[in-house]
């Protein structure tokens, strides 16, 4: 069974940075695709950010300039880069490792982006 932690959240000022990471476990890493989504409070959980097995990613018009997604196989491990950040920004990040129709989920992480 696949576990997905992540980790690197906190509280920030708004303009500031932060680097979540999400540590996998299993085998099917290298070929799953990967996502980062987020869930502010009131809302539904919208997705962030996502990296292919070959690399490909895409991001949320909100995100776009300011977020990056990253993944190193060799640790079983996936980043995103949030700079720039906002107060809507805030909410608990979850990770996704995806094959076909089989997804797996994180437990998630607070960012919190003061104003």
């Known amino acids: 069974q696949v576990q997905l932690v992540e980790s690197g959240g906190g509280l920030v000022q708004a303009g500031g940075s932060l680097r979540l990471s999400c540590a996998a476990s299993?085998?099917?890493?290298?070929?799953?695709?990967m996502g980062w989504y987020r869930q502010a409070p009131g809302k539904q959980r919208e997705l962030v950010a996502t990296?292919?097995?070959?690399?490909?990613?895409n991001y949320a018009d909100s995100v776009k300039g300011r977020f990056t997604i990253s993944r190193d196989n060799a640790k079983n491990t996936v980043y995103l880069q949030m700079n720039s950040l906002k107060p809507e920004d805030t909410g608990v990040y979850y990770c996704?490792?995806?094959?076909?129709?089989?997804?797996?989920w994180g437990q998630g992480t607070q960012v919190t982006v003061s104003s």
């Open positions: 996704q490792q995806r094959l076909v129709s089989l997804a797996y």
């Open positions: 299993g085998s099917i890493f290298s070929i799953a695709t």
């Open positions: 990296i292919t097995s070959g690399g490909s990613t």
